[in-house]
C-alpha cells in the first residue's frame, strides 16, 4: 500500500497504462515474429530444395547447374540497328544490357556465363561503358574494333578483350546481311580464343541476389504496387516495351511495338527481370558518342514478377559490380532467369 502513496488513483492509472502497453508489445511482436517467421521458413525451406538437388546457383541468372563454368564469361558488344535485328543468340544469354550508342540508337552487351550459343552476333564495336559493364561482372570483352576512347582504354589497361580485328579466325560474317551487321562467332568458339590467348584465368563471378518464386509471391503480398507493362522510351525507333504473361511469369520484349525475336529459336525475348538504372550521361564529341558515369549512384527501378520496385544503384569503383537495393536498403531480390539492364540517361521516360 506504501507504494501507491497518499492518492493511489493517478498510480492505479498509470499501473493499468502500463499492462496495456505491455500487452500491445507483445502482441505486437508476437504476430511480427510470426510474419517474419514465415518467411524465413519459405525461405529456408527452398535453400534446402536447391541444396538436396546437389546443384550450385549461376550468380548471374539463378540457374541450377551441376557445377560452374570452368570459362570465364564473355561480353558480347551486339548490333541493334534494324537491320542487325533479329539477333542470334540473345535468349542464351545470361544478362543482357542495353543501353545507348551515338546517334540515338541502341546497342547491347550480351554476358554469356553457363549460357552457350552457337551462334551470337551481328557483333559490334566497343565503347568506354561497354568495358566498364564488363568489367563489372569480370568478363572478358568481346567486339569489332571500338570509338578512339575504347581502343585508347584497352590499349592503356591490361582488361581482358578479344577485339575481332586481331583475331578473326575465331569469327564469320554471314552473306546474306551487309557489314558491318553481319559479323559473328559461337560462346565456344570464344572461350576458345580466351584460351589461346591466356585469357581465361579464373575470377569471381559477382552474384545477383536470387529467390525462389514462392518466396517472392508471398513478399510480394506484401508490396502492392504492380505493372503488366513497362516502356523505356528511347529514341524513334527504338522504343522497348514490355509486356507481362502471366502464365510464364516472364516480361515479353517489343522493340519499336514489334516482338523482338531471336534468329536463332525463331522465339521472342523475354526477360525474368527488369533492371532500369538511371545514369548521368553527357555527349562528349562531335560524333554524339558519349560518356556515362557508371561508378556513381543513382536510382533504379526494378520489375519484376510483376511488382515494381523502387531501388537505388551503386557501383564504388570501376572493377567493383553494380549494387541495387531497396529503399529499405535491402540488397534486391530476383527471380532466377534472364535480366535485362536498362542503362538509361536520367532524363529518359519509363512508363508502367
Ligand atoms: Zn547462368
Redesign the pocket.
Known amino acids: 500500500m506504501r507504494l501507491m502513496g497518499k492518492n493511489p488513483v493517478p498510480v492505479l492509472l498509470g499501473l493499468a497504462f502500463f499492462i496495456v502497453m505491455c500487452v500491445a508489445v507483445a502482441i505486437n511482436s508476437f504476430f511480427g515474429s510470426f510474419s517474419g517467421s514465415r518467411e524465413e521458413l519459405l525461405r529456408e525451406d527452398s535453400r534446402k530444395k536447391t541444396l538436396n538437388t546437389g546443384k550450385l546457383q ?1 550468380p ?2 539463378g ?1 541450377l ?1 551441376d557445377r560452374l563454368p570452368q570459362d570465364r564469361p564473355v561480353a558480347v558488344v551486339i548490333d541493334n540497328l534494324p537491320r542487325a535485328r533479329p539477333q542470334s543468340g540473345l535468349t542464351k544469354a ?1 544478362l543482357v544490357y542495353e543501353t545507348l550508342a551515338e546517334g540515338g540508337v541502341t546497342r547491347l552487351l550480351a554476358v554469356y ?3 552457350e550459343a552457337s551462334s551470337v552476333g551481328p557483333i559490334r564495336s566497343a565503347r568506354p561503358y561497354f568495358i566498364e559493364l564488363a568489367g563489372g561482372v569480370n568478363a572478358i570483352l568481346v567486339h569489332s574494333g571500338g570509338s578512339p576512347e575504347a581502343l585508347e582504354l584497352l590499349k592503356n589497361s591490361n582488361f581482358p578483350h578479344l577485339d575481332e580485328f586481331r583475331h578473326p579466325r575465331y569469327f564469320w560474317r554471314i552473306s546474306q546481311r551487309r557489314p558491318p551487321h553481319n559479323l559473328y562467332s559461337s560462346i565456344s568458339n570464344l572461350h576458345k580464343l580466351a584460351r589461346d590467348y591466356g585469357l581465361n584465368n579464373e575470377v569471381k563471378v559477382p552474384s545477383f541476389n536470387f529467390i525462389s518464386d514462392e518466396v517472392k509471391e508471398y513478399i510480394g503480398e506484401k508490396k502492392s504496387l504492380q505493372s503488366d507493362e513497362v516502356k523505356i522510351h528511347f529514341p524513334r525507333g527504338y522504343e522497348v516495351t514490355y509486356s507481362y504473361d502471366p502464365e510464364e511469369q516472364t516480361y515479353c520484349r517489343f522493340v519499336d511495338e514489334k516482338p523482338h525475336l531471336d534468329a536463332a529459336t525463331n522465339s521472342q525475348l523475354s526477360a525474368r527481370n527488369i533492371i532500369v538504372q538511371f545514369v548521368k550521361t553527357n555527349v562528349v564529341d562531335g560524333q554524339g558518342r558519349l560518356e556515362m558515369a557508371l561508378t556513381d549512384h543513382g536510382r533504379a527501378l526494378v520489375f519484376s514478377g510483376k511488382k515494381v520496385i523502387e531501388a537505388v544503384w551503386q557501383k564504388p569503383a570501376t572493377d567493383r559490380p553494380t549494387t541495387f537495393k531497396t529503399m529499405d536498403g535491402e540488397t534486391v531480390e530476383l527471380l532466377p532467369g534472364q535480366s535485362w539492364i536498362e542503362i538509361i540517361p536520367q532524363n529518359t521516360k519509363v512508363s508502367f
Open positions: 549461376c548471374l541468372d540457374a547447374v545470361d556465363y553457363h549460357g
